[in-house]
């Protein structure tokens, strides 16, 4: 059986030994049995019912983590692993210049010594289900337009989570959209709050390779952090942060295994990733393309030379910074590599011959005929291109770029805590706590003053907000002495200081003034295309549809919508350049890009690390085939954003990996999974224990895992 394939009928399925390319992101709950015959044909060693029915289902292993990445359950006292940059945000918090935990590593040596996180979860996902034909069913009943299931959605969420509610109180629901529109899901979460962190390596080996290596193969990034639900003593459920809380008990923990793997492999991730649009539509790929990820890579760029040379220049700006660069560094690269895949794959192409075919099918059967139009939706994409691109630019630059617009944004769109009587609104204020220690001014001016001269310089003079005109006027057109003003009258940035709403001076406010006029702008922005995108949203769900019934004999995945989808394939490599890539990578190959630091700041590492991968001998982590101490490795399942810290399974459900990472040629997967060349990079379970034993001397962690 052959897994549905965007483009089956153009591209060839190959790999190095000749192993199938299993493309799917695929839920779990309705998996089809076609679906599971194929994994067991590949080594899938498990009932069907074990992946989720069930308490003990391998389901109840794997957590969403705080909204971002995903994480599994390690061991019976609720320890949790997901990648070192899932928890990024977590260690650089607790870092101080004088405890930098971010540079140095953290031990929790007891449950006493973890560190509690505020904003960080857990979730677990307890059920979920089809409710396609009741929300239709309610639509016809009540004569609800399409245009209206928004809100019918949001009444009908409402009513089921209060029904999940009464099973538990801890439980809450959520309803998403699958296959473009075409389906809805109901599913179950209990979410813990009290997350705490545990065990965190130093960032050189968290990071290791920096963004030279990232999405590049060959890796030796061991790139995992631990964590610990905790849990109400009493009920061992979710319970707001105390002292009193315990370590929580698992119904389903993953065993973590140190029996390895060899080319060829059953592999399987499960976890939850982020977003893809694999049924995206030719136009809307070139849209991507121009409008969206060159903005990002471009405005990122500008961005990040900067925040880099301050970040250099100073560690405790570092410490600040470290996580944001990160995070905008991640798809500022992510951005270049898929506008090179592609063009050099010719994906518009690839697209464009595959909506032929449905052209075709819609003349044979008349399926949708007078309804799904492909040429009324490259005129719709066409109408809003110049908006949309200038909308990216805006929210590149202004969205979470610097602190002053941030809290001009925030108190623009209410999302500041009003205080004062409440009978009185002339009284009524806000005030900005002092976060100095997020932040740095001058970084955070040079930035501002930088990205404002950008946005001007690329984007028609009807998208520029009237504030410009103060730079002009005033200013002579010098950002950086607008900057200055901004930061030195706006009460916006007088931390401790009360800015009432409703007098005289709030909107002179320059700060207040200037969040004014973005908020005006980006108004004008959404009205200028919203009716080009109602259009296209209803355009790209029927074109959805018709692949589902054109190809209606093959089971399909819904695109990705960070709800948790089941991945499977082969461990092994591919070919790099036209060479073989090898599917692991071992410890000689990290000591060799350790020594030369001298040349790539990104390859340092410290002494201690040197050490520990210059061993003869690595028992017991050493694998058993080749006799090496093995760090990363490659497998074909699929992968996006979202997926980072998902476990890796053996054909058993034995925890032999962790994903982190795609390679260069993956970096086109969000709209389309090149069996070639994409490939899945995973943290050896064995590095991750070597370096919790061997640098960590962490006893107790090991015991606790307690690996097979």
Same mark, same amino acid.
């Given at each position: ?14 790999? *190095? ?43 109840? /292993? *794997?957590?969403?983590?705080? $909204? ?22 977590? !260690? ?113 080996? $968290? ?18 952090? *631990? ?119 010719? !994906? ?21 005929? $007078? ?98 005109? !103060? ?127 001298? =040349?790539? =700041? ?29 760090? /990363? ?19 058993? $459900? ?25 490939? /899945? ?28």
């Amino acid at each position: 059986m052959k897994k549905l394939f965007l483009f089956l009928s153009v591209v060839t399925m190959f790999s *190095v030994q000749q192993a199938k390319a299993d493309e799917g992101m695929w839920t779990m709950y309705n998996l089809p049995y076609a679906v599971y015959e194929q994994m067991k044909a590949e080594g899938f060693d498990m009932p069907y019912d074990a992946l989720y029915q069930g308490e003990g289902a391998l389901k109840g /292993c *794997v957590v969403n983590f705080s $909204g971002y990445c995903s994480g599994v359950v390690v061991s019976p006292d609720g320890l949790v692993f997901t990648n070192h940059h899932c928890g990024f945000e977590s !260690i650089r918090s607790h870092s101080t210049v004088e405890h930098d935990y971010m540079l140095n590593g953290f031990i929790a040596k007891s449950y006493e010594e973890e560190l509690p996180n505020e904003n960080m979860y857990v979730s677990f996902m307890i059920d979920q289900r089809d409710i396609t034909d009741q929300l239709q069913a309610i639509a016809a009943k009540n004569g609800i337009a399409d245009n209206a299931w928004d809100s019918l959605i949001d009444s009908v969420q409402t009513v089921m989570n209060d029904s999940v509610k009464n099973i538990d109180k801890t439980y809450h629901l959520e309803i998403d959209a699958f296959y473009e529109g075409n389906k809805y899901y109901a599913t179950t979460y209990q979410m813990f709050t009290d997350l705490r962190l545990v065990f965190a390596i130093p960032k050189s080996m $968290g990071k290791f390779g920096g963004e030279t290596d990232n999405w590049m193969w060959p890796r030796q990034t061991c790139d995992f952090s *631990v964590f610990r639900i905790y849990a109400d003593p009493e009920t061992n459920g979710p319970a707001a942060y105390s002292e009193k809380n315990v370590p929580y008990h698992p119904k389903r923990y993953a065993q973590v295994s140190m029996q390895g793997y060899k080319e060829g492999d059953f592999a399987m991730t499960v976890g939850y990733p982020g977003s893809t649009s694999r049924y995206l539509s030719s136009y809307g790929i070139q849209e991507m393309r121009d409008a969206e990820n060159s903005v990002r890579a471009q405005v990122r760029g500008v961005k990040q030379e900067i925040m880099k040379r301050h970040m250099d220049a100073s560690e405790a700006v570092r410490i600040k910074y470290d996580s944001k660069y990160a995070q905008s560094s991640n798809y500022w690269k992510n951005s270049i590599g898929m506008n090179k895949c592609i063009d050099s794959v010719g !994906i518009v192409q690839l697209k464009q011959q595959h909506e032929a075919r449905i052209r075709a099918y819609q003349d044979s059967t008349g399926f949708l005929k $007078g309804k799904l139009d492909l040429d009324e939706l490259g005129k719709q994409y066409k109408s809003r291109f110049e908006a949309t691109r200038a909308m990216n630019y805006f929210f590149e630059t202004f969205y979470r770029s610097n602190e002053l617009v941030t809290r001009a944004l925030k108190i623009n769109t209410q999302q500041v805590e009003v205080q004062g009587p409440a009978d009185n609104p002339k009284k009524q204020y806000c005030v900005f706590k002092d976060n100095s220690n997020e932040w740095d001014a001058p970084l955070d001016k040079e930035v501002l003053a930088a990205l404002l001269k950008n946005y001007r310089d690329n984007v028609p003079a009807e998208y520029v907000p009237e504030f410009y005109n !103060i730079i002009d006027q005033k200013f002579k057109g010098n950002y950086k002495k607008y900057v200055d003003y901004l930061y030195k009258k706006s009460v916006l940035m007088k931390s401790g200081k009360k800015l009432y709403f409703n007098k005289k001076g709030f909107e002179k406010d320059p700060g207040v003034d200037m969040g004014i006029d973005l908020m005006s702008q980006i108004a004008l922005m959404y009205i200028s295309v919203n009716e080009a995108s109602e259009k296209i949203t209803e355009q790209e769900k029927m074109l959805c549809a018709a692949k589902l019934r054109m190809e209606e004999d093959m089971p399909h995945y819904s695109d990705a919508n960070f709800t948790m989808r089941l991945s499977y394939g082969q461990v092994g490599g591919y070919l790099l350049n036209g060479s073989p890539s090898g599917y692991y990578t071992t410890a000689e190959s990290l000591l060799a890009k350790m020594k030369r630091s001298n =040349e790539n =700041e990104e390859y340092f590492a410290e002494p201690v690390m040197h050490d520990l991968f210059s061993k003869t001998n690595y028992e017991p982590y050493t694998d058993k085939t080749t006799g090496k101490m093995q760090l /990363c490795f490659l497998t074909n399942n699929d992968i996006t954003g979202g997926n980072s810290g998902s476990p890796m399974f053996n054909g058993k $459900g034995e925890l032999i990996g962790l994903a982190f990472d795609g390679n260069w040629d993956s970096l086109s997967s969000d709209i389309f999974f090149d069996t070639k060349l994409a490939r /899945c990079i995973g943290v050896d379970i064995r590095f991750v224990l070597y370096l919790i034993d061997r640098w960590g001397h962490s006893d107790r962690l090991m015991r606790e895992i307690n690996a097979k």
